[in-house]
């Protein structure tokens, strides 16, 4: 079974910043990876997705994650913060071979001006 | 806006009722998979349909129970509600079996009280 583990629940950083969200997986198959952003009272909203391919993902609004084999990493990073980037954070894993798709605690991030 | 709706968007109910949540996935999308988001447990997958049938079951309760029916729609039946059923109940959409991609509704709000 897969499984994926998110690094600190609440990230908080400065308008413009670096934003980097850390997400660890688990899978004894090769990974499907997803990033979702949740707005308050809000469904979640996909921001990127690994399959195969090019390492490097680019999704919405300015994110960005890498799948990096070696380490079991998936993480995200935006460049610069925005005040509306403010949100919750879902890391997700599934598999070729495998019907859901299991979710990280998630992590809150703060956007400070 | 996904394509997925889910209706009502709040429910609130006595502890031992039962009540059926409802969700139409986006247009042309075979698979329904349904998720609970409770504060504890974070988001926990319930259970699949693919194209009316049975798929995969997660941390589904045995008072718990759904059904795709053959127009797609889905719905997740609860019965003896208890307190701590009390969540956020979210249904995903998918074109496929497997997952490689899902789809968000807005969720429906259950408080038992």
């Known amino acids: 079974a897969q499984s994926v583990t998110q690094l600190g629940s609440h990230v908080s950083v400065s308008e413009g910043a670096l934003v980097l969200l850390r997400c660890n997986y688990s899978?004894?198959?090769?990974?499907?990876l997803f990033w979702y952003v949740q707005y308050p009272n809000q469904g979640l909203q996909l921001l990127l997705k690994?399959?195969?391919?090019?390492?490097l993902v680019k999704g919405i609004n300015g994110f960005e994650a890498e799948f990096k084999k070696s380490e079991t990493s998936f993480h995200l990073t935006k460049p610069s913060a925005h005040m509306s980037d403010a949100a919750e954070y879902f890391c997700?894993?599934?598999?070729?071979?495998?019907?859901?798709?299991?979710f990280g605690a998630g992590t809150r991030l703060t956007v400070k001006p | 806006d996904s394509g997925v709706t889910q209706t009502p968007k709040h429910l609130i109910t006595a502890t031992g009722q039962r009540v059926t949540l409802r969700c139409s996935p986006r247009?042309?999308?075979?698979?329904v998979y349904w998720y609970q988001q409770s504060l504890d447990q974070g988001l926990q997958f319930l259970i699949q349909?693919?194209?009316?049938?049975?798929?995969a079951k997660g941390n589904i309760l045995e008072r718990f129970s759904a059904q795709q029916f053959p127009d797609l729609h889905s719905e997740l039946n609860l019965s003896s509600l208890e307190l701590g059923d009390s969540a956020l109940y979210f249904c995903?959409?998918?074109?496929?079996?497997?997952?490689?991609?899902?789809?968000f509704g807005q969720g429906t709000r259950l408080t038992v009280v």
């Open positions: 899978s004894s198959v090769p990974p499907y």
């Open positions: 349909y693919y194209n009316g049938e049975e798929r």
């Open positions: 247009s042309g999308d075979l698979s």
């Open positions: 690994y399959t195969t391919g090019a390492t």
């Open positions: 995903a959409s998918s074109d496929r079996d497997r997952v490689t991609e899902a789809f």
């Open positions: 997700a894993v599934s598999a070729y071979n495998n019907n859901d798709m299991r």
